[in-house]
């Protein structure tokens, strides 16, 4: 048909629209039942269509992850940004608007957290780089939080960063895997916890 209409839709409509059908799928299938036992044929049946279909869209399942995860990060850092934005403008104030809005947004959809946090190292080494990406642009949002702290602390800045990325990831697992998830209160209030114990001058 070569760019023609179907149903009111040209090709690349058509193929724009399959693509996020299967990018919806793959948001609830790779967090239940898992990266691991989501296979083409149950991507496509949840998006309702061909497995041909699905080969024009991505190259595999893993193509897909990374889409996915890579969406779930981006919007987590939109929005922990617009929380660090609205923040008193000051290190506590940013530090705590930004751990509780990155918290907050993450498990206000336990899929977000499942593909954010465990999924994507289910998915083994081919998403290494998509998940050292989303490590670094959290680092890198830490060190702009606590850009003013004073030289005596300034020096670890970025270890220190990466140790706080470490542990929200750990909080946010323990979160997700346990059968009695603590509040998210509790992991908040553990955090900013962290948080000045790293950073304290």
């Not at 990018?23 to 239940?32: K, M």
């Not at 939109?78 to 929380?83: D, F, H, N, T």
Request: aromatic share 6%.
């Amino acid at each position: 048909m070569n760019g023609r209409s179907y149903r009111g839709m040209s090709a690349e409509e058509r193929l724009a629209e399959r693509r996020e059908r299967l990018i919806s799928a793959a948001y609830t299938l790779y967090s239940d039942p898992g990266f691991p036992e989501t296979t083409i044929e149950k991507l496509c049946a949840s998006a309702r269509i061909s497995n041909r279909a699905f080969y024009e869209c991505f190259s595999g399942r893993t193509e897909l992850m990374q889409v996915v995860h890579d969406r779930c990060v981006r919007e987590t850092l939109l929005s922990v940004s617009k929380s660090i934005q609205q923040a008193p403008d000051t290190l506590l104030g940013r530090a705590e608007a930004g751990i509780a809005g990155y918290i907050g947004f993450v498990t206000e959809d336990r899929r977000r957290a499942r593909i954010m946090h465990l999924e994507v190292r289910r998915a083994g080494d081919c998403l290494i780089t998509s998940r050292q990406q989303a490590v670094t642009a959290f680092t890198h949002m830490v060190e702009t939080i606590v850009a003013d702290l004073p030289e005596a602390v300034k020096t670890n800045r970025r270890l220190l960063a990466l140790g706080m990325i470490g542990a929200l990831q750990e909080l946010l697992i323990e979160w997700v895997l346990s059968d009695e998830p603590p509040e998210t209160d509790r992991l908040i209030r553990t955090a900013v916890h962290i948080f000045h114990r790293s950073f304290a001058a």
